[in-house]
């Protein structure tokens, strides 16, 4: 990690020549620029932490709101999926808002919606007020989780764009790992524990929300043609790029990340163990992805998107087949823990980090608020429908059947990474711009 803050800070001094006029006065320099990506990634945390707290808080809203058996139903499904449906709102509005207003403004906008969600739900006391306390931070979800890695990658040169980027998934997954030891930390206050976790949240809001008064708007959206036109997403060129991200976006929810992150406790409580133990593990697999991700950060400039990609899908669908395996044959839960841990670093390492670069490389400046918009919205369609059907699919199929599901589809993803995603690491955005649709043509 110091190697990778030295590169951000030498770029003041660095060679700036690979960029073209438009893209330079798009950048910041030195400490200044990774100051700002740091604070507009804090969004990132948010994101994290907001969308993984649940998993704490799941046996206990369970019970005080009357949801369900040990498993849940539809309705636990649609109070933990709830931020998903909130989220993909937000992801349609955060097109439009990014292009009419700034992506600094679309930013303060999500830290209000994040401080307001964590104080509402934690002191809901009825189903409907808790569920539109869950879709408000939903709203923040999408158009933070959208906003900042568009943000930095707009004010990164080329040759740190990955790891500017991946700061961003970085916060996400320390915000992951923050909410697993907050709520194991908080579990001892009992009943009205879910409270605490859900209400702790407003703490880093108000933080981002202030640093974010400090931010400079984004010069490429200053000098960009204004004018929110969604029929240029259908263009010939546009159609192409668009269905690689939908593709990627499908994979990187459909082989179940925010169902086992919001399910952690209950997982492993199906594989044998207290609450407490379930929740200690929770906490291991967030470390587990924060570990991981920095090697992503490491790598991602060097290695390059593809090979990262092609290294992480392997690993996840023998992962999941894995622990499909392991919950068929009454295997020891330590081999659950192992599996999981393993489907956990190699979606760190890949889908996790790498989608969110990918997306901020991949369309021209003029649509990429408008096409980020789109994909983000699939993306959280894809999440909130496996997160809200999880708790049905493990009543229905078991857990053997729902993670063998997951792991046929996260090979099917292998193989349309193979056929279909461009390489991208090295190049400025005006470069992507003129060669990715050729470069695409060729690979097809």
Same mark, same amino acid.
């Given at each position: ?38 604070? &507009? ?11 993984? &707290? ?110 500017? @980027? ?33 209400? &702790? ?13 400090? &931010? ?137 980090? @790498?989608?969110? @670069? ?16 789109? @994909? ?69």
């Amino acid at each position: 990690m110091s190697h990778f803050l030295g590169d951000v800070a030498q770029s003041e001094h660095g060679p700036q020549a690979e960029e073209p006029p438009r893209a330079a006065a798009a950048s910041l320099s030195g400490a200044r620029l990774l100051g700002v990506a740091c604070t &507009v990634a804090l969004g990132g945390f948010l994101v994290g932490f907001d969308a993984t &707290v649940i998993s704490g808080a799941v046996p206990f809203i369970r019970d005080y709101f009357r949801l369900g058996g040990a498993s849940g139903g539809l309705e636990l499904g649609w109070a933990v999926s709830s931020l998903g449906w909130g989220a993909m709102a937000g992801n349609l509005a955060a097109g439009f808002l990014n292009d009419r207003f700034g992506r600094r403004t679309v930013l303060l906008l999500a830290a209000a919606l994040f401080l307001a969600s964590s104080l509402t739900a934690a002191f809901a006391t009825g189903f409907a007020v808790f569920v539109a306390a869950r879709i408000c931070g939903g709203l923040g979800v999408g158009t933070a989780i959208l906003t900042a890695p568009m943000y930095i990658a707009e004010i990164a040169p080329a040759r740190l764009r990955g790891r500017l @980027v991946s700061l961003n998934q970085l916060m996400i997954v320390i915000g992951i790992s923050v909410s697993f030891f907050s709520n194991f930390f908080l579990l001892s206050l009992g009943d009205a524990s879910w409270r605490w976790m859900l209400g &702790v949240q407003a703490i880093p809001a108000t933080l981002f929300l202030l640093l974010l008064t400090r &931010v400079p708007e984004s010069p490429r959206w200053q000098v960009a043609t204004r004018g929110f036109n969604w029929r240029e997403l259908l263009t010939a060129r546009m159609r192409w790029v668009l269905m690689f991200g939908f593709g990627i976006a499908f994979f990187q929810q459909a082989t179940g990340i925010n169902a086992i992150f919001y399910y952690l406790p209950t997982i492993f409580g199906q594989a044998g163990g207290s609450l407490a133990t379930a929740f200690g593990q929770s906490v291991f697999v967030g470390l587990v992805n924060l570990g991981f991700t920095f090697v992503a950060i490491w790598l991602v400039d060097r290695l390059g998107r593809k090979p990262l990609l092609l290294l992480g899908l392997t690993g996840m669908s023998v992962a999941l087949l894995t622990i499909s395996w392991a919950f068929h044959a009454a295997a020891a839960p330590i081999v659950i823990l192992i599996a999981i841990a393993t489907y956990v670093a190699a979606f760190a390492i890949s889908l996790g980090p @790498v989608m969110w @670069v990918m997306l901020s490389e991949i369309f021209p400046d003029e649509q990429r608020a408008a096409a980020i918009g789109v @994909v983000g919205f699939w993306n959280s369609l894809v999440s909130a429908s496996i997160t809200l059907l999880f708790p049905k699919e493990l009543s229905s199929w078991g857990p053997d059947g729902t993670f063998l599901a997951y792991g046929l589809i996260a090979a099917v993803g292998l193989l349309f990474i193979a056929v279909f995603a461009p390489e991208t690491k090295g190049r400025t955005l005006e470069e992507l711009a003129q060669l990715l649709a050729p470069a695409v043509e060729r690979t097809r």
